[in-house]
């Protein structure tokens, strides 16, 4: 599953994400806006790729792919 929330700080995202990924026991992995934005040309998409493979690579390790 993968699920993408979006609003202003401060409206229940992580809250909401927590609380759904602990319903359907799942493993929650979450990012930071600010932690993959970059100013630099192709950065964003590199910090991105980055995050979805290395959350891969967990999800591998767990026996789940």
Do not use: C, W
């Not at 493993?27 to 630099?40: Q, R």
């Amino acid at each position: 599953m993968r699920t993408l929330f979006s609003g202003p700080n401060g409206t229940g995202k992580t809250l909401a994400s927590e609380v759904v990924a602990a319903h359907l026991d799942v493993d929650l992995h979450s990012v930071a806006l600010d932690a993959v934005v970059s100013k630099y040309i192709g950065e964003t998409e590199k910090n991105l790729r980055r995050f979805l493979i290395r959350s891969r690579q967990l999800l591998a390790n767990k026996g789940g792919l």
